[in-house]
T-cell receptor, first 117, second 111 residues
Framework: EAGVTQFPSHSVIEKGQTVTLRCDPISGHDNLYWYRRVMGKEIKFLLHFVKESKQDESGMPNNRFLAERTGGTYSTLKVQPAELEDSGVYFC???????????????FGEGSWLTVV | GNSVTQMEGPVTLSEEAFLTINCTYTATGYPSLFWYVQYPGEGLQLLLKATKADDKGSNKGFEATYRKETTSFHLEKGSVQVSDSAVYFCALIGGNNRLAFGKGNQVVVIP
């Protein structure tokens, strides 16, 4: 069974440009999450989809970030226009269960490394 | 809100040494606790977890015990190998259904 896959694995763009990151969750997983780690800091929650609906987007840093999950399958995270402080690793994760508080596993992808210069 | 604190700085040690990475947390209610690991060039992988007080999670020789009285979940391994070199993240999940991570610790094991 394929795991969570992310594309691109690495991206270098100039300040002001647009980048779109893609995530393919594990097949059948309704829950999809985006997290990011800015260099040297914690991995922070960005948002949570349940199927195609945004369940919680309270972690999105500002309106330059737009996440979509049309059809409830893969998801994209667009940064437009990118700023220097957006550099970091963007992780996607998926889970078959809505409630993870009992310890149900959330599966992570390898991350998309974004560098804004 | 929920938060996780890991000890500061990278950890460098020799092969077969004892490893401890400290982790403490702040949370409302009864969170589940996790250790995730990121090996070079790979994604985040779940290393172990514990869902209630006094539970011990274990995997690949690593252990961590959920200590509610000290709000801690320290990671230990008795004899590390070079292949254990990675970044280790302590995390918790509570009623808001989102993971809260610590800053991570880079572990370097020298042959």
């Amino acid at each position: 069974e394929a795991g969570v896959t992310q594309f691109p694995s690495h991206s270098v763009i100039e300040k002001g440009q647009t980048v779109t990151l893609r995530c393919d969750p594990i097949s059948g997983h309704d829950n999809l999450y985006w997290y990011r780690r800015v260099m040297g800091k914690e991995i922070k929650f960005l948002l949570h989809f349940v199927k195609e609906s945004k369940q919680d987007e309270s972690g999105m840093p500002n309106n330059r970030f737009l996440a979509e999950r049309t059809g409830g399958t893969y998801s994209t995270l667009k940064v437009q226009p990118a700023e220097l402080e957006d550099s970091g690793v963007y992780f996607c994760a998926s889970s078959p269960y809505f409630s993870a508080s009992s310890g149900n596993t959330i599966y992570f992808g390898e991350g998309s490394w974004l560098t804004v210069v | 809100g929920n938060s996780v604190t890991q000890m500061e700085g990278p950890v460098t040690l020799s092969e077969e040494a004892f490893l401890t990475i400290n982790c403490t947390y702040t949370a409302t209610g009864y969170p589940s606790l996790f250790w995730y690991v990121q090996y070079p060039g790979e994604g985040l992988q779940l290393l172990l977890k514990a869902t209630k007080a006094d539970d011990k999670g274990s995997n690949k020789g690593f252990e961590a015990t959920y200590r509610k009285e000290t709000t801690s979940f320290h990671l230990e391994k008795g004899s590390v190998q070079v292949s254990d070199s990675a970044v280790y993240f302590c995390a918790l999940i509570g009623g808001n259904n989102r993971l809260a991570f610590g800053k991570g610790n880079q572990v370097v094991v020298i042959p």
